[in-house]
Nanobody, 116 residues
Framework: VQLQASGGGLVQPGGFLRLSCAASGILGATTLGWYRQAPGRQREFIASVTSGGITDYAGSVEGRFIVSRHNGKNTLDLQMNSLQPEDTGVYFC????????????WGQGTLVTVSS
């Protein structure tokens, strides 16, 4: 399984950004998700979507971020609106399959900086 995240950059508070993750080698029943690691902090869950389209969000981003998945293209997007400085961090995409064969794979991360 390989994951390639892109779309990070510098944005002003209140702005928006769209991240994308291209996944290859994933099997059915794989959940794709986004995680964030802020400077000096542990990696935290942001949003995910199952292969069946069920979405889940962290409370801190619900209502501002939208996660979407395109199964035919094996891509995962994260539309981030109303960005705030606390959204700054490296964003990673993750693929996880909880049935055999079980696996967890991470992409390399893309940096998002929210600053004026």
């Amino acid at each position: 399984v390989q994951l390639q995240a892109s779309g990070g950059g510098l944005v002003q508070p209140g702005g928006f950004l769209r991240l994308s993750c291209a996944a290859s080698g994933i099997l059915g029943a794989t959940t794709l998700g986004w995680y964030r690691q802020a400077p000096g902090r542990q990696r935290e869950f942001i949003a995910s979507v199952t292969s069946g389209g069920i979405t889940d969000y962290a409370g801190s981003v619900e209502g501002r971020f939208i996660v979407s998945r395109h199964n035919g293209k094996n891509t995962l997007d994260l539309q981030m609106n109303s960005l705030q400085p606390e959204d700054t961090g490296v964003y990673f995409c993750r693929a996880r399959r909880a049935v055999r064969p079980v696996y967890t794979a991470w992409g390399q991360g893309t940096l998002v900086t929210v600053s004026s």
